[in-house]
């Protein structure tokens, strides 16, 4: 049995709230739960995520470094080139 005036309130309906909107209830110490991003919203969850190399820096480091290309098939044609 838990000792009593110990543990914090215990809320087994705690709204989760993310821009306002109540998105899902939990369990929680606090009766409401303010976030920013929620698997709802998240780009990794929605689909939509994007990785970007916009500056070539894995090209940069890759060549800088001798290891080819980032991309196999780069990497492929060059060798076709150079045995020619």
Not at 60 to 84: I, L, Q, V
Request: hydrophobic content about 25%; glycine content about 8%.
């Amino acid at each position: 049995m838990p000792k009593s005036e110990i543990h914090p309130k215990w809320y087994p309906d705690a709204k989760v709230i993310c821009n306002g909107e109540v998105v899902m209830t939990t369990g929680s110490t606090q009766p409401e739960l303010h976030v920013d991003v929620w698997s709802g919203n998240h780009p990794f969850f929605t689909g939509t995520q994007k990785i970007l190399d916009t500056e070539g820096r894995v090209d940069r480091f890759m060549k800088k470094y001798g290891m080819g290309s980032a991309n196999p098939t780069e990497d492929s044609d060059n060798k076709k080139e150079s045995k020619k």
